[in-house]
């Protein structure tokens, strides 16, 4: 069987070293040795502003829409992972929807000035597939209107734009340790967060309000990441760099063989990730044509993503032609760390004949 993704798991010889320090302290949560090194390595990999890990990706974008004290109206993109959305009306605010760039598949910030009510207070944008959204035009629109800007960066593991780390803008910027995700710790996440007194809230916020044992700073909630989760993280952290560059060769090998396909353009001065390969179709019949012919093989791409979030139940609907319309067209092809080159070429094979 061949996934869209396979995770990374360490030889268990390194993890159970790593997890030995934490027996041998009796200490497996509350913030120990192993979750502050893994903040110290992740911060000095990419050269970031300081982290917070927690123990998914989606509740530092619930924290950070809490510790921003947002309220009203939040302007987001309808092409993403239903976290994007979910996170925004769980924290009681409604989710506006702005449409996509046709070929960057981020939020279009062109359109972003016309969806600004006196009720917006923030953006949450998703840098998708690890792409950068149009940074320093969403910020000039931030300050202009004097919104917060949250970036789901969940994707984002070892990009930079403009040769800085993407998790260096917008007023925080989030990351998803998933097992799905490039770089994991089982389930984890982050927040990174270079303004002082925000992160001290961020960091209240996921403990519960802790300040000491008995005192308490507001209202709080539990979003520590565990000893045993940045345990993996330590012990998948120094294969990284190999990680990342298997997948680039599989990414070139797609892009060779299925090249009157389209796929995903990746915005002006970003190192990428190689995170996904997303294959837009011209039609949904066409995906779902190649879709059935990869399950028959065992094969199993994943509609990434897929609804538009628009069309989401418990959201007010509004059209976003281009999102509805790439979310059925696009088909994130199977990539991960030790994909073949023959495995590449059934799948291959089965879309271009
Ligand atoms: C994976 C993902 C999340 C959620 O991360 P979890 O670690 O699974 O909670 C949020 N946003 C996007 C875009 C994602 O892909």
Redesign the pocket.
């Known amino acids: 069987m061949i996934n869209v993704t396979k995770t990374f798991l360490p030889p268990q010889e390194v993890y159970q070293a790593i997890l030995k320090r934490a027996w041998d302290k009796v200490w497996i949560t509350n913030r120990g040795a192993l979750v502050k090194e893994l903040e110290k390595k992740i911060q000095a990999y990419l050269q970031s502003v300081p982290l917070l890990t927690m123990t998914?990706?989606?509740?530092p974008?619930q924290i950070a829409i809490k510790a921003l004290g947002l309220q009203g109206e939040i302007i987001t993109t309808p092409f993403?992972?239903v976290?994007?959305t979910s996170t925004i009306s769980w924290e009681g605010c409604t989710p506006v929807f702005v449409d996509i760039h046709p070929h960057y598949l981020t939020i279009d910030e062109t359109k972003i000035e016309a969806a600004i009510t006196p009720k917006t207070t923030a953006i949450l944008a998703?840098h998708?597939f690890g792409n950068p959204c149009a940074i320093k035009e969403i910020e000039a629109i931030a300050i202009k209107h004097n919104l917060k800007v949250i970036y789901?960066a969940?994707?984002c593991f070892g990009v930079q734009y403009k040769g800085e780390s993407i998790f260096n803008f917008g007023d925080v910027s989030?990351c998803?340790?998933?097992a799905?995700?490039l770089f994991h710790t089982g389930?984890?996440?982050a927040a990174f967060c270079n303004d002082a007194l925000l992160f001290e809230k961020l960091f209240y916020h996921h403990n519960f309000g802790h300040k000491g044992k008995e005192d308490f700073q507001g209202v709080g909630i539990n979003g520590k990441m565990s000893e045993l989760q940045a345990a993996m993280g330590l012990a998948v952290m120094p294969y990284i760099d190999d990680i990342i560059k298997h997948r680039k060769a599989a990414v070139a090998f797609y892009k060779d063989h299925l090249s009157q396909f389209e796929t995903i353009k990746i915005r002006e001065e970003t190192q990428w990730n190689y995170s996904y390969f997303p294959l837009i179709f011209d039609t949904e019949a066409q995906l779902l044509q190649v879709q059935q012919k990869l399950n028959t093989q065992d094969i199993f791409p994943r509609r990434y993503f897929y609804p538009s979030l628009n069309t989401l139940p418990y959201v007010s609907h509004t059209d976003m032609p281009i999102s509805e319309s790439i979310s059925k067209r696009v088909l994130c092809l199977p990539l991960s760390h030790d994909i073949t080159d023959d495995q590449q070429r059934i799948v291959i094979k089965a879309i271009a004949g």
């Open positions: 998914n990706g989606t509740l974008l993403s992972y976290a994007t998703t998708v789901d969940a994707h989030t998803s340790f998933h799905t995700k389930e984890g996440g």
